[in-house]
């Protein structure tokens, strides 16, 4: 595609529920990056996945967390039993190699638990 | 702790007049970029200054990297209210994976 494209945009949910968001990278890069932003804050590093490699999952805040690249191009963001903390935008980004470029950013899924 | 750490916080200057928005970070990098932010949605990639250049210019932006201090500085020149945003700062640190470090950010409010 033209660009990185995320979905939903939005996302309300109840608190303990189970929440999945999707990211499709832009065609032919081999990296992609989830990020979390709370409102006014910068961006928290959460997954970062590079062609068929192991995922870098140091940034995920607890084991309620957990995402997925299947075939090297979409990914998706598993939140489980959420919690009202979780709410934020989570934004997904690809770039075209390990050679630490510029990153495209999705417009982002903002999640709201109620 | 967060890499990179952006100052001010926040600035609120009159159209026609410059910017400028400073970065500190805390480790080694390979390069530093500068990405723009507009109503909380997606970052746009405006600059990559790596760690063997000083300055860098495109269009009315201006970066300068001074890895002996590990800080950067951006200038926006002859500021415009399309330039209302937020401005982050973006560090890939020489070891710890992958992991690009983004600091909280300066949000810019350019009056007409």
């Known amino acids: 595609g033209a660009g990185v494209s995320q979905s939903p945009s939005n996302k309300v949910t109840e608190k303990g529920k189970d929440v999945e968001l999707r990211c499709d990278p832009i065609?032919?890069?081999?990296?992609l990056y989830w990020y979390r932003q709370s409102l006014g804050q910068g961006l928290e590093f959460l997954i970062y996945f590079q062609g068929n490699s192991a995922p870098d999952k140091s940034g995920l805040p607890s084991d309620r967390f957990s995402a997925e690249r299947t075939g090297g191009s979409v990914s998706t963001l598993t939140i489980q039993r959420t919690q009202q903390e979780d709410s934020a935008v989570y934004l997904c980004?690809?770039?075209?190699?390990?050679?630490?470029?510029?990153?495209?950013f999705g417009a982002g899924t903002r999640l709201s638990v109620l | 702790s967060q890499q990179g750490e952006e100052d001010p916080q926040a600035l609120s200057i009159q159209e026609g007049e410059n910017a400028t928005m400073n970065c500190s970070y805390k480790?080694?990098?390979?390069?530093l970029q500068w990405y723009r932010q507009n109503s909380g949605r997606g970052l746009v990639h405006l600059i990559l200054?790596?760690?063997?250049?000083r300055e860098k210019h495109s269009g009315r932006l201006r970066v300068t990297l001074d890895t002996s201090k590990k800080s950067s500085s951006l200038l926006i020149t002859a500021s415009r209210a399309a330039d209302t945003a937020s401005y982050f700062c973006?560090?890939?640190?020489?070891?710890?994976?992958?992991?690009?470090?983004f600091g909280a950010g300066t949000r810019l409010f350019v009056k007409a």
């Open positions: 973006a560090t890939d640190p020489l070891t710890g994976g992958f992991k690009t470090i």
């Open positions: 980004a690809s770039s075209q190699s390990t050679a630490k470029n510029i990153q495209y």
């Open positions: 065609s032919g890069h081999t990296a």
């Open positions: 480790t080694s990098i390979n390069n």
């Open positions: 200054i790596r760690s063997n250049e």
